[in-house]
């Protein structure tokens, strides 16, 4: 322990919050951060800690100033780190600017000249940021601010650009190898605060990953072998935010957890967690639902962990293309894709709901490719594809520079949805907004194809993800047919004018929402009044999700109908149509409108109607019952009703996010969305 010191430190990790939270995790990275500082150094005044840029400018503007300020810097918010960084330079010169996370080359060169275009930043930590910042401190507190002094110190994973001279790009220091040395700034209580009902807990049992894809931050030899927390702390842990979070959910707060793991339930010390949070699960009805990244391989350990918090965890299989030559590109070929596909295959038997993660436009990737991947994932039974583009994230070897050329990638610059906002910091007006680089085509991929893909997507997402037409999708099954075929049908057919708006608003937006100069989208954002347009849902929206809000709340009706007709082409070719079945289906549909209706607004109505089907029974019954079974011998009629924990449910995401069209898509992206629909129950009866 050093000798005592009066420097005043504050840490944040922002996020934007004037159209929704965007990154809505308690700030536990920099909690650890924290408390590991404290616990080798004698400071007389606690580490602060900020999560919201309304309190950091609350602080700033009272008059209150830190000696030492870090920033934490990803993708999400970099961009708003660095314009209070400016703000608080231009006012205190003096204040030490420290940035630290992946949002950082991994190039010698490309992180120079990061360094040049971000002058303000006096240090830079690289890879992880307990020990590197403990002895920049340490360092700073010896030299008694004098940034010169510590910069001749040349400290392990502190990177710096002299005011006269190049950069200094120092080698890492040596990982933490057991996370249990970081006091759990949960059990200290230092993220209390954080508390609030809005933003969910996050915790991470190990770090790092195995695996080497070039697309990840945490694919890089740095961090190929995993470290862990202790048990006993991990345990300690979710007791105390299972009491916390109880109390949050009686107040309408939210109800769920974040696992940061890359790959949970894929070792052994992830089934202790799982009965440890099944335990938590008993006693405080926490967590609901898990956020997390289950295990690549190890593919029974992951169902049993599934088991034991009773499907509380989506299962992943996220293979990302399935293409040899793809593969072999990212280095992911030691992921085993037929434990991917089992997984698939088996989630059923544990009732867990699963999703598969597929990137366009990946190195040697084409539309063939992708539509073979999307075909292969959805056969083997995933009930959810998630679709994403390119994303070239600095920290990671596909964003270099030698990368972009080597597989003549062609990229664009778009806004990252949520993230944008405005502030006045010391009284001066801040406007930051996140940009992202994505990849449109390359050498096996053109920009027309990339199109072509994109509006695949919009179909899955819409027609498939989340079982909102789980009918046609069961008959398609049970007749031995395709449903990828159904989905290419869609792709095929025309789209009916009713539906042409929906269909035309999302291929405009994804055309518009590209630009090819960061600069010019820089510059853009900054103009007055143009944020504005982002915060008010007008720009910069995840098209996917937007879309698929508006299909479900405006036009499911019309999209009943495109299926309709989609499938009875798909069922013309395998000539097994028949009018018992088009009734059957045409229930079938009516039934998905109904229990989809009113689910945001108005959701004390009660649509009824009358069937000829049990069509809730068919849903629920084993593979091998055809739909005839289920023909009722007289027709009956249901009330879709939403119970009791549906209402609180809907009514607990109303209260964070809100009820516009951009809150209801945030809704979407973040529930089982099946959670949410109607239940059939006959007139004046129970449920059945």
């Known amino acids: 322990m050093t000798q005592p010191s009066d420097l005043i430190v504050w840490l944040a990790d922002l996020t934007y919050t004037q159209q929704t939270i965007a990154a809505d995790v308690i700030p536990t990275?920099?909690?650890?951060?924290?408390?590991?500082?404290e616990s080798k150094l004698s400071l007389t005044t606690p580490i602060k800690i900020f999560k919201y840029p309304e309190a950091l400018q609350d602080a700033l503007n009272a008059g209150e100033r830190p000696d030492v300020i870090g920033f934490s810097n990803y993708v999400w918010?970099?961009?708003l780190a660095y314009a209070f960084a400016q703000a608080i330079k231009k006012h205190y010169p003096d204040t030490i600017i420290v940035f630290g996370g992946p949002n950082y080359p991994t190039d010698g060169e490309e992180q120079a000249e990061y360094l040049a275009e971000n002058p303000l930043i006096d240090f830079y930590i690289i890879k992880e940021?307990?020990?590197?910042?403990?002895n920049l401190l340490a360092a700073i507190i010896a030299d008694e601010g004098d940034v010169d002094a510590v910069m001749g110190r040349e400290l392990g994973s502190v990177h710096f650009r002299p005011s006269q001279g190049t950069a200094i790009l120092t080698p890492v220091v040596d990982r933490l190898t057991d996370l249990t040395e970081i006091p759990s700034p949960y059990l200290s209580g230092r993220l209390d605060e954080f508390f609030d009902g809005k933003l969910l807990p996050i915790l991470q049992t190990n770090r790092g990953c195995p695996f080497s894809c070039t697309f990840c931050v945490e694919g890089v030899g740095y961090y190929?072998?995993?470290?862990?927390?202790?048990?006993?702390?991990i345990d300690a842990e979710l007791q105390y935010i299972g009491r916390k979070m109880q109390e949050r959910r009686d107040d309408g707060g939210r109800?769920?957890?974040?696992?940061?793991?890359s790959n949970f339930g894929m070792y052994a010390d992830d089934v202790h967690t799982a009965h440890s949070l099944a335990r938590t699960r008993q006693a405080y009805q926490w967590p609901e639902y898990i956020n997390v990244a289950t295990g690549k391989n190890q593919k029974e350990r992951v169902l049993e962990v599934s088991r034991i918090v009773d499907g509380a965890l989506r299962l992943s299989g996220?293979?990302?293309?399935?293409?040899?030559?793809v593969l072999e590109n990212i280095k992911r070929t030691n992921i085993d894709a037929q434990d991917l596909f089992d997984l698939g295959l088996k989630a059923a038997e544990v009732g867990a709901n699963t999703y598969s993660e597929i990137i366009l436009a990946l190195p040697g990737d084409s539309l063939k490719a992708h539509l073979s991947t999307v075909k292969t994932v959805m056969e083997a039974g995933f009930n959810n594809i998630y679709l994403f583009q390119l994303m070239l994230l600095p920290g990671t070897d596909m964003a270099t520079d030698d990368c972009k050329r080597r597989f003549a990638m062609e990229t664009r610059y778009r806004v990252l949805p949520r993230c944008y906002g405005h502030f006045e910091v010391l009284g001066d007006p801040v406007v930051a907004a996140e940009i992202e680089e994505i990849c449109v085509s390359n050498a096996t991929l053109s920009y027309e194809d990339y199109l072509e893909a994109r509006r695949l997507h919009l179909l899955v997402t819409i027609f498939y993800n989340d079982g909102v037409f789980e009918t046609l999708l069961k008959v398609i099954r049970q007749m031995g047919l395709s449903e990828f075929r159904w989905i290419e049908i869609l792709l095929q057919s025309s789209i009916p004018p009713a539906l042409a708006p929906l269909f035309e608003s999302f291929e405009t937006a994804t055309r518009e929402e590209l630009w090819t100069d960061k600069s010019g989208l820089e510059a853009f954002v900054r103009q007055p009044?143009?944020?504005e347009k982002y915060i008010d849902g007008e720009l910069g929206?995840?098209?996917?999700?937007?879309?698929?809000?508006?299909a479900i709340t405006t036009y499911f009706e019309d999209l009943a109908e495109f299926a309709r007709d989609t499938m009875q082409t798909l069922l013309s070719e395998a000539d097994c149509d028949s009018e018992e079945l088009f009734h059957f289906m045409d229930e079938a549909l009516r039934f998905h409108c109904l229990r989809a209706s009113h689910l945001f607004v108005g959701i004390e109505q009660t649509p009824s109607e009358t069937f000829d089907y049990d069509i809730q029974a068919y849903l629920a019954s084993d593979q091998d019952q055809g739909y005839e079974t289920f023909k009722l011998p007289a027709s009956r009629k249901y009330n879709f009703v939403l119970d009791a924990t549906q209402i609180a449910l809907i009514e607990r995401n109303i209260g964070i996010y809100g009820t516009s069209p951009v809150s209801i898509s945030r809704i979407l992206s973040k529930v089982h969305v099946k959670k949410l629909f109607r239940h059939a129950t006959l007139d004046g009866s129970g449920m059945l």
């Open 255 to 261: 109800n769920d957890l974040f696992i940061a793991d």
């Open 318 to 325: 996220s293979v990302q293309s399935l293409d040899p030559g």
């Open 77 to 79: 918010n970099g961009d």
């Open 529 to 531: 009044g143009n944020v």
């Open 129 to 134: 940021g307990e020990v590197a910042f403990t």
């Open 29 to 37: 990275a920099i909690g650890g951060i924290a408390t590991y500082a």
């Open 541 to 550: 929206n995840n098209l996917l999700f937007s879309h698929k809000t508006q």
């Open 224 to 233: 190929n072998k995993v470290r862990k927390n202790g048990v006993e702390k």
